[in-house]
Nanobody, 118 residues
Framework: QVQLVESGGGLVQAGGSLRLSCAAS???????????MTWYRQAPGKQRELVPGITSGGSTNYADSAKGRFTISRDNAKNTVYLQMNSLKPEDTGVYYCNARIGPVVSWGQGTQVTVSS
């Protein structure tokens, strides 16, 4: 099972930006295996929700709340997926988790806290 480590969270004012990173312990994108890397967010007292995801083929899927503000990208050489978050809002506050689905195997990172102050 791949190990995932998120970083880049912190405290930022509304309207600011952050870039989250999810570093994997091994190669995560391969032409032989279907892989989906997804960022989830969990706000206090709420269920974990998908933010954006990216597949091994490069397709992306964004939650409506993230469209136009967030961008998911990847660096295959570094086995890292990024989440660039711009125009942050207080409602973006939460713990952001990286999820990997490599074939049938699912892995989660430990999460990184993002707090957006108004």
């Amino acid at each position: 099972q791949v190990q995932l480590v998120e970083s880049g969270g912190g405290l930022v004012q509304a309207g600011g930006s952050l870039r989250l990173s999810c570093a994997a312990s091994e190669r995560i994108f391969s032409i032989n295996v279907m892989t989906v890397m997804t960022w989830y967010r969990q706000a206090p007292g709420k269920q974990r929700e998908l933010v954006p995801g990216i597949t091994s083929g490069g397709s992306t899927n964004y939650a409506d709340s993230a469209k136009g503000r967030f961008t998911i990208s990847r660096d295959n050489a570094k086995n890292t997926v990024y989440l660039q978050m711009n125009s942050l809002k207080p409602e973006d506050t939460g713990v952001y988790y990286c999820n990997a689905r490599i074939g049938p195997v699912v892995s989660w990172g430990q999460g990184t806290q993002v707090t957006v102050s108004s």
